[in-house]
């Protein structure tokens, strides 16, 4: 996976529209990520085969408990309407299924559903490690994924924001005009990582005692 760290020169001076220009998009592995702490935050659309290459670098290192965040698509801005709801236009419980089906094949190896034509290569096979995929479609709020995600990061597990949650997660933006939801994500993605992270990340607690690279 290509990891971008906070407070790297990269977080530091590329727009998320210059990652997103530049990103390998036809290759998963590839696909860049955003760390903060424990969160991976994407600055692409991204599917059902694009988290797990983050499982696959971080098992290795000792990561063992994951939660991936689904539910929805929309566009790598991600966000929640102005009433801070997830639109109902965005709302997609197949995702759901599909993260599901691979989160399964990850932990087990049986290609069911949508693993049956196409899978990860990663897979847990630590016995003590844990992979939970949790709907956050219907019926959500930026305040509920946000408090579910600082449970999580509190303890030291990995949260993966997934399909179009992204680094945009905590953005509100007016989906009923699509003009004032277009100039919204432009201002968005003409932000740093790192200018994003301040304004809307400052709760993600960060861990020194964890390692997120292979010693070289």
């Given at each position: 996976?290509?990891?971008?760290?906070?407070?790297?020169?990269?977080?530091?001076?590329?727009?998320?529209?210059?990652?997103?220009?530049?990103?390998?998009?036809?290759?998963?592995?590839?696909?860049?990520?955003?760390?903060?702490?424990?969160?991976?935050?994407?600055?692409?659309?991204?599917?059902?085969?694009?988290?797990?290459?983050?499982?696959?670098?971080?098992?290795?290192?000792?990561?063992?408990?994951?939660?991936?965040?689904?539910?929805?698509?929309?566009?790598?801005?991600?966000?929640?309407?102005?009433?801070?709801?997830?639109?109902?236009?965005?709302?997609?419980?197949?995702?759901?299924?599909?993260?599901?089906?691979?989160?399964?094949?990850?932990?087990?190896?049986?290609?069911?559903?949508?693993c049956k034509y196409d899978w990860p290569n990663e897979r847990l096979r630590?016995?003590?490690?844990?992979?939970?995929?949790?709907?956050?479609?219907?019926?959500?709020?930026?305040?509920?994924?946000?408090?579910?995600?600082?449970?999580?990061?509190?303890?030291?597990?990995?949260?993966?924001?997934?399909?179009?949650?992204?680094?945009?997660?905590?953005?509100?933006?007016?989906?009923?005009?699509?003009?004032?939801?277009?100039?919204?994500?432009?201002?968005?993605?003409?932000?740093?990582?790192?200018?994003?992270?301040?304004?809307?990340?400052?709760w993600v607690k960060r861990f020194i005692n964890q390692r997120y690279h292979?010693?070289?």
């Amino acid at each position: 996976m290509r990891m971008i760290e906070e407070g790297s020169e990269e977080a530091k001076t590329q727009t998320l529209e210059y990652l997103e220009a530049h990103a390998d998009k036809a290759h998963t592995a590839q696909l860049p990520w955003i760390r903060v702490g424990n969160l991976y935050l994407s600055v692409t659309e991204t599917g059902n085969l694009s988290w797990p290459p983050i499982i696959g670098h971080l098992a290795p290192l000792g990561h063992v408990n994951f939660h991936v965040f689904s539910g929805r698509h929309g566009s790598q801005a991600g966000g929640f309407a102005l009433d801070s709801k997830v639109p109902q236009t965005v709302i997609d419980v197949t995702h759901f299924g599909q993260d599901q089906d691979v989160a399964h094949y990850i932990l087990t190896g049986e290609k069911r559903g949508m693993c049956k034509y196409d899978w990860p290569n990663e897979r847990l096979r630590d016995g003590h490690a844990t992979l939970t995929v949790e709907n956050f479609g219907e019926g959500s709020t930026r305040d509920k994924v946000k408090a579910a995600a600082k449970k999580y990061l509190d303890k030291g597990d990995t949260v993966i924001f997934a399909w179009c949650y992204s680094i945009g997660a905590m953005h509100l933006y007016n989906p009923d005009k699509p003009a004032l939801e277009t100039a919204s994500i432009k201002t968005l993605f003409g932000k740093t990582p790192e200018t994003v992270i301040k304004e809307k990340y400052d709760w993600v607690k960060r861990f020194i005692n964890q390692r997120y690279h292979a010693e070289r």
